[in-house]
């Protein structure tokens, strides 16, 4: 039995800066009634047709592999978070495969939104403690803008959310002591409506019915978020996962050294935050520069804290995330 231990991070986020005032533009808000809801200041758009789901998950990859001072054919194993693939299908993972020129390894893609990232990381996690793979590459990519309705009505959603992309090498660890300690994941489908892209799908509306009905009121395409509902379980359910984790491991509140929750809304992350009597030093935040990237967001937020000198060798790292689905979970590493 072995443990996996995240050696290399990266992110890449698009050059293209959209202010709150620049969205002002084209709807009806403003700079104060975003930040007031949502703690965002601004956040990331590609330039359509520079950048892709897969092409910021490879250039994140790329940093990743080169930290984790491996060959890109140590990759053993590729899983690509996401919600927003480049294509219907096939999915993210094997267009890294070839955009990196990695051999034939398997590549597996995770829709679980939110909290795809930490799905991810648990999947690996498992492959390597078995001793089946030795090197596995996460990513968690989303390009969100070119689907959002940038209008007024569509504006509760559409102000939320940017684009980007976060990597991690997670590699065999024999010390047990170090590493991922567990995973803990959860879902309560009952709650699936409450966040959700219904269209193109082929339960309700395919892209023939869309095309059929030629309706300019058809909403079913854009994203839907019961936003209050979200909120409310989103801090009941990060509570629970946290505190599972840390149950799980023997350990306490006093002994996180940093937690990086999901980046999807900056008052849930200030209400786990004083919930469990945490300081400013022991929680990440960035999603005022980047708004809510979904699945890249713990691996942008992680990278960034652990540049920064936010975390060092032996520290407790907790991440957490809650969405979509509604899945969510934890993940305790000893780094």
Known sequence: MYHSKITGLGYYVPD???????????????????????GIQERRHVIRGEDTTTSMGVKAAKIAIERAKIDKDDIDFIIFATLSPDYYFPGPGVLVQRDLGLKTVGALDVRNQCSGFIYAISVADQYIKTGMYKNILVIGSELHSTGLDMTTRGRGVSVIF????????LSREEDLSKGILSTHLHS??????????????MGKRWVLDILADNDPNDESYYPYMNGQFVFKNAVVRFSEVINEGLQANNLQVSDINMLIPHQANLRISQFIQQKFKLTDDQV?????????????????????????????EGDLVVLAAFGSGFTWGSAIIRW
């Open 188 to 201: 309560e489908g009952q709650h699936a409506e409450e966040l959700s892209l219904i269209a193109p799908g």
């Open 284 to 312: 990440y935040n960035n999603i005022q520069k980047y708004g809510n990237t979904t699945a890249a967001s713990i691996p942008i937020a992680l990278t960034e804290a652990w540049e920064q000198g936010k975390i060092k």
């Open 162 to 169: 940017g684009d980007g992309a976060g990597a991690a090498i």
């Open 16 to 38: 293209n800066v959209v202010t709150n005032n620049d969205l002002s533009k084209k709807m009806d808000t403003n700079h104060e009634w975003i930040q007031e809801r949502t």
